[in-house]
Nanobody
Framework: VQLQASGGGLVQPGGSLRLACVVY????????IGWFRQAPGKEREWVLC???????FFSDSVKGQFSISKDSAQHTVYLQMNSLQPEDTAVYYC????????WGQGTLVTVSS
């Protein structure tokens, strides 16, 4: 299994961004996918995830601000981020577990004016 994250970039405060995580090697229907982020100088933290059945779970820090969805036909999980603030600046990673923990390469989101 391999994960490829993309969609990061520079966005102004209050803006939105959508990240994508493409899954290779296994059907997306067989995987739960999570998103983590690591801000400069901080530890990596769990953000949200989507189960194989489509149930979603959020950390308190992003509840109501971020959403997650998946398109199994496109082998892709999307992280929709709204009302972004400078404290959301981080490298965002998608993650799953298939025999071993698997990480995507990370995509940088910078929120700045």
């Amino acid at each position: 299994v391999q994960l490829q994250a993309s969609g990061g970039g520079l966005v102004q405060p209050g803006g939105s961004l959508r990240l994508a995580c493409v899954v290779y090697g296994v059907s997306l229907d067989d995987l739960a996918i999570g998103w983590f982020r690591q801000a400069p100088g901080k530890e990596r933290e769990w953000v949200l995830c989507i189960s194989t059945g489509g149930s979603t779970f959020f950390s308190d820090s992003v509840k109501g601000q971020f959403s997650i969805s998946k398109d199994s036909a496109q082998h892709t999980v999307y992280l929709q981020m709204n009302s972004l603030q400078p404290e959301d600046t981080a490298v965002y990673y998608c993650n799953t577990y298939w025999r071993n923990e698997v990480w995507g390469q990370g995509t940088l989101v910078t929120v700045s004016s």
